[in-house]
């Protein structure tokens, strides 16, 4: 029995061969490989699907605030560009229009005058009143915007939540006829219905 013990403490002294060290190596990167690829690009998933629901809540929340304060309330929408309107509004509203994502628009009084960005709304990882997509969610970007009012760029809702088109000046046109669709980079889409103001991501 000795003679089996001695051999055991031998064989666990010598350690491990060169070989057996190439196949546990070989074994965890192949390992490495097979988690690391997926969950960075499950990483893009989560955060385009968040991104969406993001745009989604704070369109949503102009809808409520205007049937809760009872007069139009709108969400100007910028992608890539900050745009001549964008600049116009921001300066009526005292702010610089320095990134991209959300402005909250509101008229100049309760319910007329010219639209105008709303500083209620403060967002401290950008320009006041600004809702930021790429801060919030790097890599996300707003590409297209189809259907809304002021050149297809924002949407107004009425008093009883319903989408609405008015102009830069703020007057009102008439209800929204045409659904809105808003992508975002990764293929989501929000939708703002017509007639009903129901928001959907797909």
Do not use: C, K
């Not at 809540?57 to 910028?78: D, F, K, Q």
């Not at 997509?133 to 297209?144: E, K, M, N």
């Amino acid at each position: 029995m000795s003679g089996n013990l001695q051999n055991n403490m031998r064989h666990a002294d010598r350690g491990f061969t060169m070989l057996e060290l190439a196949v546990v190596i070989t074994l965890i990167g192949i390992l490495v490989g097979v988690f690391i690829g997926p969950s960075s690009s499950l990483i893009i998933s989560m955060r385009q699907s968040a991104a969406a629901a993001e745009v989604e809540r704070e369109i949503l929340a102009a809808r409520s605030r205007a049937v809760a304060e009872g007069r139009p309330v709108g969400v100007y929408i910028t992608g890539s560009t900050i745009d001549g309107t964008l600049s116009s509004l921001a300066t009526t509203a005292g702010i610089t229009a320095s990134t991209y994502g959300l402005y909250p628009l509101e008229l100049a009084s309760s319910t007329s005058g010219s639209a105008r960005i709303s500083t209620s709304v403060i967002d401290s990882a950008a320009a006041p009143g600004t809702y930021s997509i790429a801060a919030r969610f790097p890599g996300v970007i707003i590409t297209s915007i189809t259907g809304g009012s002021m050149a297809g760029t924002a949407i107004w809702f009425a008093t009883d939540g319903t989408p609405e088109i008015r102009s830069f000046s703020g007057s009102r046109s008439g209800l929204q006829t045409s659904d809105i669709d808003i992508l975002l980079s990764g293929g989501a889409h929000i939708i703002v219905r017509a007639g009903s103001g129901l928001v959907e991501v797909q």
